[in-house]
DNA sequence: CTGTTAGCGCATTCAT
DNA sequence: ATGAATGCGCTAACAG
């Protein structure tokens, strides 16, 4: 096969069809069909029809990669996120759809398993094609990141947390203030003797804000944690309920465990189904989320609910209501509630 | 503020470097910067070292809108998803993002949320910036949509079963063969009564698939389906709990539910859960997926393990393998396999 | 190994 | 209301 002769260009990919094609066949300019296709300014009715009479039947498809450099609008939006498995990303994602389903531009999509490195990799390969702006999670970034970001000149939007002061914009809510709430709402609940049940603080930062505002809580009580079950890797409800399991062996005299987050404090939740254990008076859990399977598990879980969606939606609000960086950063505070659920 | 002379074109969204600049000060023409920028072809090491030092000293961003006008070459694949809140689909993102990290393709991804005349429109808007590829979930389009994929001429590939002929590539698993090896399974297990826990079909015509192909299990052995409950939404923990209650109750001889998935049936073992009923010998429960949750509950559901990730991952690779579509379709059964748990 | 010449497909002045 | 020119920033022949 294969039978192209030597001197062929291009292998004709598909026949393709451009203004210009479309301008010959409806006896116009290409000016013309460009106005028509982007509805632009005046044009006659008349000669309008023509002209999309004569693109639908070329099936002509504008091509937007010329149009955004002639142009110099830009017509993606950058997102870079750690991963894909922690299903807060995904929500945040929705929102992000939901926000950009007005405007005319695209989201591309990064992930960097909670690289740095990797995130710089992706934020380099996003700005080549010159993003209206460009959407990250939280503030660790390399120097260079941080660099490239800042003399891109486009609008940075720094998502899920508010603990640090933004390049340009950061849109979550305070993690820190959450592990402070969370405590007093459990002391304030009568409880004394505290354990935590977490994951790796390397790669979630915000898991260690959450940590810090609950000791914090703890220590205006006079109190302290007095067990830690921990992993290395990523949270999931397979650590949880292993670490639950570690914990009630170690610390038998712990009342209650707060969770670096929902998956976890699900696990534990399996672990007292599994020992028959009674939630909360044997063993009180508390998680960070408010993920949908906590609300259904037979108890519903005791959690401090955030709203994702919104981080998300509000991210790029901001960014389409203000097209231009501002001289000041700016910080959305998208909040966050106690559900009191049935565990603590 | 705002203080912008009358005549000025552009607000000097910031002083744009371009090949141009970099040449100028590295003392060379414009192609040589592309060629190094792309590493293409033999440069002296120190002319290279020329330009990369002018382009760092600018902060040179290639722009690759141009570069991909000028050569042709796509540089995005378009993913087109019903939805992120199923988190089979993200699953499927993650195996697209690891087949992508050795291309230099970007993805960029719509939801359609079930909606044909969406995921129309989502079509249209890729394929104005020329993908290489556009990845689809599943085989229901409109023709409007069929028609546009078609002409475009690039690779196409439908997602997540292979049930149907495809236009160009289909990588998934056989759903139909998935509910035919449940009921099979089941029935070999000595089940007779079965029951159904479903969501709704016009939205999700795999979980139809895997129904029929129960049906037909049920039927080889002369059985049938002896209660059905089914909601109008979309599947959930939530939804899977309330329907088994509502089955408990309408059909209570039924010995083993199937249900159309994994969420819907973690929420019928929390239903267990809560009626002190034992799995699987007052109640069997069936499920789809093969979710982590799943594998964690007090006693592990029982399931039919599909690979999401697999699916995206295989996805990318075909059409990076081969980047011109073929003559005849194709079919990559990614596979499943059935998980035994302890719930059925 | 490097410079020159032409576009890629479209949007945008400026005329008319 | 429409057409003719010019260029977005870069890559791709083709020389040399």
Redesign the interface.
Known sequence: MKPTGPKQR??D??SKVTVREVALVAQVSESTVSRIMRNSSLVAEETRDRVMEAARAL?Y??????G??AS?DP??VGVVIP???N?V???V??GI?AGLARS?L??????TDYDMAREEAAV???????PAAILLAGFDHTVATRR?LD???IRVVEMMDIDSSPIDVAVGTSHRGAGLMTGRHLIAKGYRRFGYVGHDWAADRRARLRYDGLCAALAEAGLSLCAHAICEGAS???AG?ALTAQLRSEAPQVEVAVYSNDDMA??GV?HA??QGLRLPDDFAIFGFNGL??G????QPLSTLRTNRFLIGQRAIEAILDQP?RPATPAVIDTGFEIFPGATA
């Open positions: 291009l292998p990919r598909k099936g498809v504008p091509n937007r990669i010329a955004s450099l110099l017509f993606l991963s894909l498995s299903i990303f995904p929500e994602l929705q759809q005319d695209q989201a591309v999509i990064s992930t380099r390969g996003i700005l080549a094609w010159k490239m003399q891109s000149g999931s409800v397979g309920r699900v696990g399996f189904l599994a949908d399977i609300r259904e598990l037979p231009e």
